[in-house]
């Protein structure tokens, strides 16, 4: 089972970093991925991260504000949004991927989720 923190209530251009723990602190799947869902919106896929190889992987669109990390020390993986704008207004969620060929893009892929961490850009 994985845990979102770290959401809230951030003003435009500030910055916020959600964090994903694993119950268990295991981390026994192929990557995690951060995915957003905006009210009356599709889930997006964000960033996605290797477990194996920590090479990371973002969608075209955000890359460049949004940056995935890993935190061996605390077991969690991470993401950092910057200048921040009402439009990243959502639910954040992250996922394992639980098979091989994972795709950022593909939600199919990712199997636990997270039960989702609320942000709000507004000042």
């Known amino acids: 089972q994985l845990v979102e923190s770290g959401g809230g209530l951030v003003q435009p251009g500030g910055s916020l970093t959600l964090s994903c723990s694993a119950s268990?602190?295991?981390?026994?799947?192929?990557?995690i991925g951060w995915f957003r869902q905006a009210p009356g919106k599709e889930r997006e896929g964000i960033a996605c991260?290797?477990?194996?190889?920590?090479?990371?992987y973002y969608a075209d669109p955000l890359e460049g504000r949004f940056t995935i990390s890993r935190d061996t020390a605390k077991n969690t993986v991470n993401l950092q949004m910057n200048s921040a704008k009402p439009e990243d207004t959502a639910d954040y969620y992250c996922?394992?991927?639980?098979?091989?060929?994972?795709?950022?893009?593909?939600?199919?892929?990712?199997?636990?989720w997270g039960q989702g961490t609320q942000v709000t850009v507004s000042s």
């Open positions: 268990g602190d295991t981390w026994d799947y192929y990557a």
């Open positions: 991260i290797s477990l194996s190889s920590g090479k990371t």
């Open positions: 996922a394992a991927a639980d098979r091989p060929g994972w795709h950022l893009l593909r939600t199919d892929d990712y199997n636990p």
